[in-house]
């Protein structure tokens, strides 16, 4: 084996670039040993096999290994996506200095949030539950095939199988596995000999459409079989592009298409539909790990808790995550056994009219859209008018010139602000949107692209179940969305908490489900005040920085002794306390700036950039950068975060060395500094007269019992 020592690990951030000291070779039997090496002997000390899968060379390796530039793709149970190993030059050591760095593709993640190497640092044989990625099947190996794989002629076609929405990730996380949400197109393949053809969801031949990756999949020379996956483009990030993958398509050249396979329904004569699974993945990997391809990859399952890959592939910008029973069989219709776990509400809607255009906008104003519901009527859904391109807006254009009508196609006609253009309703567009009013339209809606592979007629409003551990919903449209969380029950979930958006006591309970991860980084080891509103944001609010919590889970009391003379303090202790918080009605969480160890010394400083009245947007940005820019001078690194109103904060950690007052008082001088050399910018006295069409720099937040609203509120 060709070796390299990485002292540190490997990172799944393409920014860390970690050493590799290319070590002699190594027999073959090294790689299976786990046990002790004895003192003295090379190597000494305790060995485990950390890793195991298939190492895929990209491109010519005995090329790539004498250039010392040697790319090449992981498939094991913890190290994932395309690799590089590069040598440095002129170092003159012994033995060669090399780099192992991540290549930018969908598996990357922020060395700030996950550490491979702390998250799994023990021996791969004793992962639970973990796929042999190198155990598949040769061609033509039907003696290996479970027994519940029937032998069976090859269909001539094949509906796929839908994943339903959910309120929450699965109360027995154990029995799922969990896959990226991919940005792109359903796509089921067909392969019969020679005859390869390629279907979408609704069935549709796009094999003519797709004739470069219909090209490359014969090259794999794969059994014979149904092969379900998704089409993607990358971005230059390597993160799938709807937005790409659809121009891609409307300009005929699709050479970058990227096809991610899943399952296997059918496989050299037999039927796997009732195999497991996790079976059928096993025989699907097997299978592509005897090949190697940029254009057709296996799509890789994730060691971990489902919120963990839920807020990972939320940071990283993807659509979500998909959920599936390691003991499901495989079924032509929408069920439970797979489920989507969304970062944001997104979906297909009927485009039924248009808006005319206003000011120097062409092609037109907004999409009119709909859906349809139980009784097959279709129903007006609210508009979208944001995310277009300006050749998104005349190709649309000239799409929807071709099916005017005279009359609503709606059921009811809905009162729409601007001259409305009907059209048949025959076509789909994709919308991400912020969430639904109580009337049933979309709030913030953004237009993500048209959907061709999809039937409008077949378009409905998609809305989240409550996932049970052993009852299933197969109507996943008519159930009701009051619950967040397997483990949470909230009250009063429709209960409208703000009136001028309509937002839900369930959708905000949601929100902090689905943000926490990032939250918690703001909270851990953090005293914290919170805001409540019985009665919603229009009401009387409350500002608690105490509290019983016996009945607040996930949040704890702080040693009274921390503050002597005070009742003790509070602490968001986990994810689950954001839950029960907001459950408690709170709406706001609010931080000192400092620590659960000692009250002593903060370890923060706040500037509160306050916009007065007549300053726009732009200049409130331009401030920020003004203040940050003076505070390098002074070698204070700063990072930047939202206030919660219509300002910034500039927030500089601090070592906890000094006192609150000194603190405050250079934080002071530093105001006084920023207003007198910048006095048409800033001012250091608060009041609106004071203010206008200036910033007010607050400092006053870095005070004993001041707080600050955090990150994600």
């Not at 029995?175 to 969801?201: H, P, Q, V």
């Not at 509160?608 to 950068?625: F, I, K, N, S, Y």
């Not at 500039?650 to 910048?678: E, N, Q």
Request: charged share 20%.
């Amino acid at each position: 084996m060709k070796s390299w020592a990485v002292p540190k690990g490997p990172s799944f951030d393409p920014k860390i670039k970690r050493m590799a000291v290319h070590v002699e070779d190594h027999p073959m039997s090294y790689a299976n040993f786990e046990g002790t090496i004895p003192p003295k002997q090379y190597g000494a000390g305790k060995v485990i096999v950390w890793d195991q899968g298939i190492w895929a060379p990209l491109g010519d390796p005995h090329q790539g290994y004498r250039d010392g530039n040697l790319k090449f793709e992981l498939r094991g149970h913890k190290l994932h996506g395309k690799w590089a190993l590069i040598r440095m030059k002129g170092q003159g050591e012994k033995q060669e200095p090399w780099l192992l760095i991540k290549e930018r593709d969908a598996f990357v993640r922020s060395s700030a949030t996950y550490s491979v190497v702390d998250e799994l640092p023990d021996s791969v044989k004793s992962l639970a539950h973990k796929p042999t990625p190198s155990a598949g099947l040769a061609p033509g190996a039907h003696s290996e095939l479970p027994s519940t794989a029937k032998p069976a002629p090859l269909p001539a076609s094949l509906a796929p199988q839908l994943a339903t929405l959910v309120t929450g990730a699965p109360i027995d996380p154990e029995a799922w596995l969990y896959e990226i949400k991919f940005d792109g197109y359903r796509m089921l393949t067909r392969i019969d000999a020679s005859d390869i053809r390629l279907f979408t969801r609704n069935g549709h031949d796009w094999s003519s459409k797709l004739q470069p990756l219909r090209r490359a999949i014969a090259r794999l020379k794969l059994p014979p079989g149904w092969y379900d996956g998704e089409i993607v483009v990358t971005n230059d990030d390597g993160m799938p592009d709807f937005g790409a993958l659809q121009q891609s398509f409307e300009s005929g050249q699709t050479n970058d298409v990227v096809l991610y396979l899943f399952d296997l329904p059918y496989f050299n004569g037999h039927d796997l539909r009732r195999v497991p699974l996790e079976a059928r993945r096993r025989i699907l990997a097997g299978v592509l790990a005897q090949t190697v391809s940029d254009k057709v990859r296996f799509s890789e399952v994730f060691q971990a808790s489902p919120q963990s890959v839920l807020n990972s592939a939320c940071k990283l910008g993807l659509e979500g995550v998909i959920a599936k029973r390691r003991d499901a069989s495989y079924q032509s219709s929408r069920s439970t056994d797979w489920i989507k776990l969304k970062c944001s509400q997104r979906q297909e809607f009927v485009v039924a009219g248009y808006t005319s255009p206003q000011g120097a906008r062409s092609g037109f104003g907004s999409l009119l859209l709909g859906v349809y519901d139980d009784t097959g009527s279709l129903q007006f859904a609210g508009h979208v008018g944001s995310g277009f391109t300006r050749s998104a807006l005349d190709d649309i254009k000239k799409l929807l010139d071709g099916l005017e009508r005279k009359s609503s196609p709606f059921a009811a006609n809905p009162k729409i602000e601007g001259r409305p253009h009907w059209v048949e309703p025959t076509s789909a567009a994709e919308v991400s949107f912020s969430g639904w009013t109580r009337n049933g339209r979309i709030r913030h809606g953004v237009f993500r692209g048209m959907r061709t592979d999809k039937e409008a007629s077949t378009i409905v409003r998609e809305t989240a179940v409550q996932l049970k551990p052993s009852e299933p919903a197969p109507n996943a449209h008519k159930a009701p969305a009051h619950a967040s969380s397997t483990r949470l029950r909230v009250t009063n979930p429709d209960r409208v908490i703000d009136a001028s958006s309509g937002i839900t006591k369930i959708e905000l309970v949601n929100y902090y489900r689905l943000i926490g991860g990032l939250m918690m980084g703001h909270l851990n080891g953090r005293p914290v005040s919170l805001v409540r509103a019985p009665t919603g944001v229009g009401g009387e609010l409350f500002f608690q920085k105490h509290t019983q919590t016996d009945k607040l889970p996930g949040i704890r009391q702080l040693d009274p002794a921390l503050h002597i003379g005070h009742p003790a303090m509070i602490e968001v202790a986990s994810q689950q306390g954001l839950l029960s918080a907001a459950q408690w009605n709170v709406i706001e969480f609010h931080t000192r700036n400092t620590g659960t160890k000692s009250f002593a010394h903060p370890d923060r400083m706040v500037f509160d950039l306050d916009p007065g009245e007549g300053v726009d947007w732009v200049q409130v940005q331009e401030a920020a950068q003004l203040v940050q820019s003076f505070l390098d001078q002074l070698s204070l690194p700063s990072f930047l975060k939202t206030s919660g109103g219509k300002g910034l904060h500039v927030v500089v950690p601090l070592r906890k060395v000094h006192g609150w007052d000194t603190v405050k008082d250079f934080s002071h001088a530093i105001v006084r500094h920023m207003a007198k050399t910048i006095p048409q910018r800033f001012v250091a006295k608060s009041g609106p007269t004071n203010r206008i069409g200036k910033i007010f720099i607050d400092y006053l937040r870095n005070g004993l019992g001041s707080t600050t609203v955090c990150a994600w509120s």
